[in-house]
């Protein structure tokens, strides 16, 4: 087996969901978290790399009801995600 094919099956295998945490997001209404944060975790989470215990809290100025950030979230994530 050539040295490349053993270091990717190495990367591989150690590939594993992180340990329980949370993630606070400042400014969570920007356009950092809309391109690139938010979509990023989505497909972590996509690749079941998130662990099963794991927490986002998003603080920003702009006023938004749980319900319609959620929802500005989901829109973010189907315009810049994968």
């Known amino acids: 087996m050539a040295i490349a094919e053993q270091k990717v099956e190495r990367q591989q295998a150690?590939?594993?969901?992180?340990?329980?945490?949370?993630?606070v997001i400042f400014g969570a209404a920007g356009d950092l978290t809309k391109r690139l944060l938010v979509p990023s975790l989505y497909n972590l989470h996509?690749?079941?790399?998130?662990?099963?215990?794991?927490a986002v809290v998003g603080v920003t100025a702009a006023e938004f009801s749980d319900e319609?950030?959620?929802?500005?979230?989901?829109?973010?994530?189907?315009?810049?995600g994968r």
Do not use: H
């Open 14 to 23: 150690s590939v594993r969901p992180g340990d329980p945490c949370a993630v």
């Open 46 to 54: 996509a690749s079941k790399l998130l662990p099963e215990n794991f």
């Open 68 to 80: 319609d950030f959620r929802e500005k979230l989901t829109k973010d994530i189907q315009e810049f």
